[in-house]
């Protein structure tokens, strides 16, 4: 029997401070936690071993936090799990996210020998102000050494994370981001508008009558936007997701699982799963999640499947975000319904008022609609 494609992320909940404008579920940790957690984890793998036999691991992505906080001995006994727990393909794509200042040699060469071939490093801002605004833990210049050293070490797949709309910055500060990461050539970039959530220091400071002024306002965040569009497009880079672009032939192949709906499993504190049409997500307190590992794998089990109408109205929002768009053929043969009746008259005024096309079977976002992308997702909602 053929085995299906699956795709592991492994949450590791730890930084070495918090950023101020964070709502991860991460936090400093000591080194007895992270040994700790690390032996929980490893249960956690093995709980769900039987999927072994019907799946084959496509991807892995270490997220956070800072995955790179672990210590070597520690991220070498979870991805040792991982392969004697899973069957992975002999190509599959690992990530491990990093930050600068988190990095050295040996940690490297631990990752490539452990079988990573993709970095995902957070640099978010070139410009030393904003990283201290943000209360990153790093300087661009750390960042630089960092990623030099990682490509003279082997890696030729680096991502590179990128915040625009942080409070002071300027469309000037913003361009001279874009160019000092554009000089690096990473082979991905994400570049995403900082969105300040509620119990962050950065709620408390911004989002009050006085600190409201220090955000960039909607116009120049739509000017970072398309500014962001064309010198990245100008310059070799692809956008294939709203916020990511790559290098041709270096998409995300871990986050496009995401997008487009395939099985991903997620493991750790906290993590989000997809799999047999099932959305579950383990707990976010450590107690809660020490005890459901007990018997993670027949809580899965036993989780109810999302209801028909919730995978349509997903796969619709996560499709239209992607640049290749929704294949209207592919929606009826994975739900057996026809597009028209359901999103017929939707689509056809969205078109009518610019804000998506819809070509050959194909429907898309315009610039125009990904300007308000979240307005014209909304209309995808079924009754
Ligand atoms: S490094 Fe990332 S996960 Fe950690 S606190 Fe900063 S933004 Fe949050």
């Given at each position: 029997m053929q085995k299906k494609d699956l795709s592991i992320y492994i949450h590791i909940p730890f930084c070495i401070k918090k950023c101020d404008?964070?709502?991860?579920?991460?936090?400093a940790s000591s080194p007895e936690e992270r040994a700790y957690y690390t032996r929980v984890l490893q249960k956690e793998i093995r709980a769900f071993e039987p999927l072994s036999y019907i799946y084959k691991v496509k991807s892995i992505f270490f997220g956070g936090g800072?995955?790179?906080?672990?210590?070597?001995p520690h991220f070498n006994r979870i991805t040792q799990q991982l392969f004697d727990?899973?069957?992975?393909?002999?190509?599959?794509?690992?990530?491990?996210?990093?930050?600068?200042?988190?990095?050295?040699?040996?940690k490297l060469k631990a990752y490539r020998s452990a079988g990573v071939n993709r970095l995902s490093l957070g640099?978010?801002?070139?410009?030393?102000?904003?990283?201290r605004l943000l209360g990153r833990i790093h300087s661009f210049e750390e960042f630089r050494s960092?990623?030099?050293?990682?490509?003279?070490?082997?890696?030729?797949?680096?991502?590179?994370?990128l915040m625009s709309g942080i409070p002071t910055q300027t469309m000037d500060s913003w361009k001279e981001t874009l160019k000092k990461t554009v000089e690096l050539a990473p082979d991905?970039?994400?570049?995403?508008?900082?969105?300040?959530?509620e119990n962050t220091p950065f709620y408390e400071r911004y989002l009050g009558a006085k600190g409201r002024s220090a955000l960039p306002d909607e116009e120049l965040d739509r000017k970072m936007y398309h500014y962001t569009h064309s010198y990245l497009s100008e310059n070799g880079y692809e956008r294939y997701e709203i916020s990511n672009y790559s290098k041709p032939g270096r998409q995300c192949r871990h986050n496009t699982v995401y997008w487009t709906m395939k099985s991903y499993l997620g493991l750790g504190l906290g993590a989000s799963s997809y799999l047999d049409r099932k959305r579950f997500s383990n707990p976010r307190s450590f107690d809660g999640y020490r005890d459901f590992v007990k018997d993670a794998y027949r809580s899965f089990k036993t989780c109810e499947p999302q209801s028909l109408k919730e995978t349509m109205e997903e796969f619709m929002f996560l499709g239209l975000r992607m640049d290749r768009g929704v294949f209207t053929g592919e929606f009826e043969r994975t739900f057996g319904k026809s597009f028209d009746e359901l999103y017929g008259g939707v689509t056809k005024r969205l078109e009518d008022t610019g804000f998506i096309t819809r070509k050959e079977g194909v429907i898309k976002l315009t610039s125009k609609g990904i300007d308000v992308s979240n307005r014209v997702l909304a209309n995808y909602l079924l009754p």
């Open positions: 404008y964070c709502d991860f579920l991460s936090a800072t995955p790179s906080v672990l210590e070597i727990s899973f069957d992975i393909s002999d190509d599959a794509e690992i990530t491990v996210e990093c930050n600068p200042g988190t990095l050295n040699e040996e640099l978010q801002s070139a410009d030393e102000n904003e990283l960092n990623f030099a050293l990682a490509r003279r070490l082997g890696f030729d797949n680096i991502n590179v994370d991905h970039i994400s570049a995403y508008s900082l969105i300040i959530e």
